[in-house]
C-alpha cells in the first residue's frame, strides 16, 4: 500500500519550479547601480545645471559640468554602471555633445524597464520594444529636423551657442561659438564636404588675461619662447622654415663608455672637432637660405647645445627647440613641408615659407607665432587664454564641445530645437503609436514614451522652476500642434525655443536616443555575472 501512496514525478512544464531569484537579484541590482550613475549627472543637464567640482587622488582639481569628463574620472567598480561611462565617451565621439543628455536618458529608460520587470513582462520582450521605440523615435525627430546650409552661418552660430551656454564658461558664448564656426569651415575641404578633422584645429592654451582674450590664428602658435643665446634673433621676415628631426649637436657613441682623455691636446682636438661638426651641418642649413628651424624634441642627448645655438645665432637663424613629436603632422600640414630626418637631406623645397616668425609677450610668458604662411595647408589655430588653469581648461572643454556641434552639421546638415521640445514630442507621438501596438509591446513602448519626459523634467528642475506644472504645461501645448515649444530657462516659462535661437544638431538627439537605448538592452539581456580570478 506504502508503494501505492508514491506518486510518479510530474513532468508538466507548467508546473516545473525554477529558481528565478538570483537572475532578477543580478539584473535589479544592475539597474540600480547604472541609475545611481545617472542621478550623479542629472543636476548638471541645461544651461541651468550645476558644475562638478572633482578631486584626484595626484591632488589635482577639475571643475566642469561636461558629462563625459565627469564620467571619465569616476572611479566606478560596478560592470554595469562602467557601462554608462563607455556610453557617455560614444557619444563624446559620435556627436560631441548631450554626453549629460545621453546617460540622463539611460537612467529614465532603466527606471521604467525596473517597473516593467516587476510587472512580470520578460526582459527580452522590454528589449525589443526598446528597439522598436528607438527607431521610431529616430523617424519622428528626422521628420521635426529644418533643413540646414553650411552658408547659413547665422544658424551653425546659433547651435553652436546653444551647446556653449550650458558650460562654465557660458557668459562668454558669443566670442567662442562664432570662432568655433570659422574654425571648423576653414578646415573644411571641398573635395570632402561631408568630413571634418577636428585634429586640424589646433587649441594652445596660454594662462594669463580672460577668456574674452582668446582668439583664432591664421597660422602657427607655439606655447615656448625663442631659442636664443648671444642675441640670436626673435622676429624674421620673409621665413624660409624647416622641419628637423635630427640633432645640432655634438654625436655621442651608441653605448654607454667612457673616454679617457689623457693629453689636453687631445681635449683640444676633440673640441675642435666638435666646432667644425656643428659647423659644418649650419653651412649646409644656411646654404639652402633657411633662416627659421623648428626642431623635434629628442630623447638621445640634447636638440641644441650652447655652442650650436651661438653660431645659429651668428647665421641669423631662428631656433624653436622640443617640438613634441605628435604635433610634427600638424606643423607641417600647415607649413606646406616636408619633415627632415638627416641633415644629408635638407634641400630648399622641402622648407615652408612664411611672412613673419616672431615672438610675442603674453602675460608672464612669451609665444611664438608664424603668420602669413605660403600655400598654407587647411588647420587653423586656436590661442586660448584664461585667468586661471581649472577655466582655461573648462575653456578648451566646451570649444571642443561647441566645434564638434559644427561637425554635427557638416556631417548631417539638420537642426532641431533644444529646451526639451523634441523630447516631449517625441514623448506624445510614441505615446499615441503605442495605442496601434498590441499586447505587451503596446506597455511597454508606453512606459518608454514617458521616460523620454526626463529631459524637460530635469530641465525645468535645474532650472529652479515647478517641474510638473512646466512638462504638464508644455504636454499640452504640444497637443495643440506647437511641436518647436520648449522650456526657456532664463524667462522661466514656455516659449518657442526656435525663435529663441536655441537650436541642436538633429545627430545629438538621434545618437542619444539610440545609444541610451542599445546600453539599456545590453542592460537588461545580463541575467548572470561571472567573477574570474
Known amino acids: 500500500?506504502?508503494?501505492?501512496?508514491?506518486?510518479?514525478?510530474?513532468?508538466?512544464?507548467?508546473?516545473?519550479?525554477?529558481?528565478?531569484?538570483?537572475?532578477?537579484?543580478?539584473?535589479?541590482?544592475?539597474?540600480?547601480?547604472?541609475?545611481?550613475?545617472?542621478?550623479?549627472?542629472?543636476?548638471?543637464?541645461?544651461?541651468?545645471?550645476?558644475?562638478?567640482?572633482?578631486?584626484?587622488?595626484?591632488?589635482?582639481?577639475?571643475?566642469?559640468?561636461?558629462?563625459?569628463?565627469?564620467?571619465?574620472?569616476?572611479?566606478?567598480?560596478?560592470?554595469?554602471?562602467?557601462?554608462?561611462?563607455?556610453?557617455?565617451?560614444?557619444?563624446?565621439?559620435?556627436?560631441?555633445?548631450?554626453?549629460?543628455?545621453?546617460?540622463?536618458?539611460?537612467?529614465?529608460?532603466?527606471?521604467?524597464?525596473?517597473?516593467?520587470?516587476?510587472?512580470?513582462?520578460?526582459?527580452?520582450?522590454?528589449?525589443?520594444?526598446?528597439?522598436?521605440?528607438?527607431?521610431?523615435?529616430?523617424?519622428?525627430?528626422?521628420?521635426?529636423?529644418?533643413?540646414?546650409?553650411?552658408?547659413?552661418?547665422?544658424?551653425?552660430?546659433?547651435?553652436?551657442?546653444?551647446?556653449?551656454?550650458?558650460?562654465?564658461?557660458?557668459?562668454?558664448?558669443?566670442?567662442?561659438?562664432?570662432?568655433?564656426?570659422?574654425?571648423?569651415?576653414?578646415?573644411?575641404?571641398?573635395?570632402?564636404?561631408?568630413?571634418?578633422?577636428?585634429?586640424?584645429?589646433?587649441?594652445?592654451?596660454?594662462?594669463?588675461?580672460?577668456?574674452?582674450?582668446?582668439?583664432?590664428?591664421?597660422?602657427?602658435?607655439?606655447?615656448?619662447?625663442?631659442?636664443?643665446?648671444?642675441?640670436?634673433?626673435?622676429?624674421?621676415?620673409?621665413?624660409?622654415?624647416?622641419?628637423?628631426?635630427?640633432?645640432?649637436?655634438?654625436?655621442?657613441?651608441?653605448?654607454?663608455?667612457?673616454?679617457?682623455?689623457?693629453?689636453?691636446?687631445?681635449?683640444?682636438?676633440?673640441?675642435?672637432?666638435?666646432?667644425?661638426?656643428?659647423?659644418?651641418?649650419?653651412?649646409?642649413?644656411?646654404?639652402?637660405?633657411?633662416?627659421?628651424?623648428?626642431?623635434?624634441?629628442?630623447i638621445l642627448r640634447d636638440a641644441v647645445t650652447d655652442l650650436s645655438l651661438h653660431y645659429l645665432a651668428k647665421a641669423k637663424i631662428l631656433v624653436i627647440k622640443d617640438v613634441e613629436r605628435d604635433d610634427i603632422e600638424f606643423i607641417t600640414k600647415t607649413l606646406n613641408c616636408l619633415p627632415i630626418a638627416n641633415i644629408e637631406h635638407f634641400r630648399a623645397e622641402k622648407l615652408g615659407y612664411a611672412n613673419v616668425v616672431e615672438e610675442v609677450s603674453l602675460g608672464d610668458g612669451k609665444i611664438v607665432k608664424i603668420t602669413g604662411i605660403k600655400d598654407m595647408g587647411r588647420t587653423t589655430t586656436v590661442l586660448v587664454r584664461g585667468s586661471n588653469q581649472l577655466v582655461l581648461d573648462e575653456a578648451e572643454r566646451s570649444l571642443h564641445d561647441a566645434l564638434c556641434v559644427v561637425r554635427c552639421l557638416v556631417n548631417k546638415r539638420f537642426l532641431i530645437a533644444g529646451g526639451g521640445a523634441p523630447e516631449i514630442e517625441l514623448s506624445r507621438q510614441l505615446g499615441a503609436w503605442s495605442k496601434v501596438l498590441h499586447g505587451m509591446e503596446s506597455f511597454c513602448v508606453k512606459s518608454f514614451a514617458e521616460a523620454l519626459e526626463v529631459v524637460p523634467y530635469t530641465l525645468a528642475e535645474n532650472a529652479g522652476l515647478n517641474p510638473i506644472t512646466i512638462v504638464t504645461e508644455l504636454r499640452n501645448r504640444h497637443a495643440q500642434g506647437e511641436i518647436n515649444a520648449g522650456i526657456n530657462v532664463r524667462k522661466g516659462q514656455i516659449t518657442n525655443i526656435l525663435e529663441e535661437n536655441v537650436v541642436q544638431p538633429l545627430l545629438v538627439s538621434t545618437s542619444a536616443i539610440t545609444l541610451a537605448a542599445e546600453c539599456v538592452r545590453m542592460i537588461l539581456k545580463i541575467d548572470d555575472i561571472v567573477t574570474v580570478r
Open 1 to 298: 500500500m506504502a508503494a501505492m501512496a508514491v506518486q510518479a514525478p510530474r513532468s508538466s512544464k507548467t508546473e516545473s519550479y525554477v529558481d528565478n531569484k538570483r537572475k532578477d537579484d543580478i539584473r535589479m541590482a544592475n539597474i540600480k547601480a547604472a541609475r545611481s550613475v545617472a542621478d550623479a549627472v542629472r543636476t548638471s543637464l541645461g544651461p541651468k545645471g550645476m558644475d562638478k567640482m572633482i578631486s584626484t587622488a595626484s591632488g589635482e582639481v577639475i571643475i566642469t559640468n561636461d558629462g563625459a569628463t565627469i564620467l571619465n574620472k569616476m572611479e566606478v567598480l560596478q560592470p554595469a554602471a562602467k557601462m554608462l561611462v563607455e556610453l557617455s565617451k560614444s557619444q563624446d565621439v559620435v556627436a560631441g555633445d548631450g554626453t549629460t543628455t545621453v546617460v540622463v536618458i539611460t537612467g529614465a529608460f532603466l527606471k521604467q524597464c525596473q517597473t516593467l520587470l516587476h510587472a512580470g513582462i520578460h526582459p527580452t520582450v522590454a528589449s525589443d520594444s526598446l528597439h522598436k521605440t528607438s527607431m521610431k523615435a529616430v523617424e519622428i525627430l528626422t521628420a521635426m529636423a529644418v533643413p540646414v546650409e553650411l552658408s547659413d552661418r547665422e544658424s551653425l552660430v546659433k547651435s553652436a551657442s546653444t551647446s556653449l551656454n550650458s558650460k562654465v564658461v557660458s557668459q562668454y558664448s558669443s566670442l567662442l561659438a562664432p570662432l568655433a564656426v570659422d574654425s571648423v569651415l576653414s578646415v573644411l575641404d571641398p573635395a570632402k564636404p561631408d568630413l571634418v578633422d577636428l585634429r586640424d584645429v589646433k587649441i594652445v592654451k596660454k594662462l594669463g588675461g580672460t577668456v574674452d582674450d582668446t582668439e583664432l590664428v591664421k597660422g602657427l602658435v607655439f606655447d615656448k619662447k625663442v631659442s636664443h643665446a648671444a642675441g640670436g634673433p626673435t622676429r624674421v621676415e620673409n621665413a624660409k622654415i624647416a622641419v628637423i628631426q635630427f640633432q645640432i649637436s655634438p654625436p655621442k657613441t651608441d653605448i654607454e663608455q667612457s673616454i679617457v682623455v689623457s693629453d689636453y691636446t687631445q681635449m683640444d682636438r676633440i673640441l675642435k672637432e666638435e666646432r667644425n661638426y656643428i659647423l659644418s651641418m649650419i653651412k649646409k642649413i644656411k646654404a639652402t637660405g633657411c633662416n627659421v628651424l623648428l626642431i623635434q624634441k629628442s
